[in-house]
Nanobody, 111 residues
Framework: VQLQASGGGLVQPGGSLRLSCAAS????????MGWYRQAPGKQRELVAR???????MYADSVKGRFTISRDNAKNTVYLQMNSLKSEDTAVYYC??????WGRGTLVTVSS
């Protein structure tokens, strides 16, 4: 299984970015697939995940600003990030159960 993430970059506070993560290989389901992030000097934390039944879960810090969506046919999840803040600056990692991780894509929110 491989996870290919894209979409990071530099954006000003209040701006938007969209991350994508495509899974390839022997994929049975993308339930549980999502994003974690790790800021400098901090532990890796959950950002958002898609779960069964079309449901989603979010960290409290991103609720109302980030939206995760899925394309089952493409084994892909997307993370639309709006109203970005400096504290969203981190390396974002795509995750697929059980313990598959993408390389990480850097998101920098700065003026």
């Amino acid at each position: 299984v491989q996870l290919q993430a894209s979409g990071g970059g530099l954006v000003q506070p209040g701006g938007s970015l969209r991350l994508s993560c495509a899974a390839s290989g022997r994929i049975f389901s993308i339930n549980g697939m999502g994003w974690y992030r790790q800021a400098p000097g901090k532990q890796r934390e959950l950002v958002a995940r898609v779960i069964s039944g079309g449901n989603t879960m979010y960290a409290d810090s991103v609720k109302g600003r980030f939206t995760i969506s899925r394309d089952n046919a493409k084994n892909t999840v997307y993370l639309q990030m709006n109203s970005l803040k400096s504290e969203d600056t981190a390396v974002y990692y795509c995750y697929l159960p059980l313990n598959y991780w993408g390389r990480g894509t850097l998101v920098t929110v700065s003026s």
